[in-house]
């Protein structure tokens, strides 16, 4: 079960791609974007972000957002 909840807020978000370093360097130990378990997509000045069926609700992409495009909330424990 994934330990949070993230939610994207796009009207924050630059595209800098910063979650995507930090996903893949935590899961993959490399700087790879490619292999981030959620992608950024920039369309001019609107940004899109999309989540893989791989993505473990980790939060370390939230940790990484300078600009407050994404947020994590514990999910609750299911007893």
């Given amino acids: 079960m994934k330990k949070f909840r993230i ?3 796009l009207e924050n ?3 800098c791609m910063r979650c995507m370093l930090a996903c893949s360097d935590l899961h993959t130990k ?3 974007p490619s292999a981030a378990r959620l ?3 920039v369309s001019g000045p609107d940004c899109s972000i999309r989540f893989t069926d791989d993505c473990t609700g980790c939060g370390v992409c939230s940790d990484h957002c300078f600009y407050e495009a994404l947020s994590k909330q514990p999910r609750e424990a299911q007893a």
Avoid: E, I, L, Y
Wanted: glycine share 8%; charged share 0%.
């Fill in 7 to 9: 939610q994207a807020v």
């Fill in 13 to 15: 978000c630059t595209g």
């Fill in 30 to 32: 490399a700087f790879n």
């Fill in 39 to 41: 992608q950024v997509v």
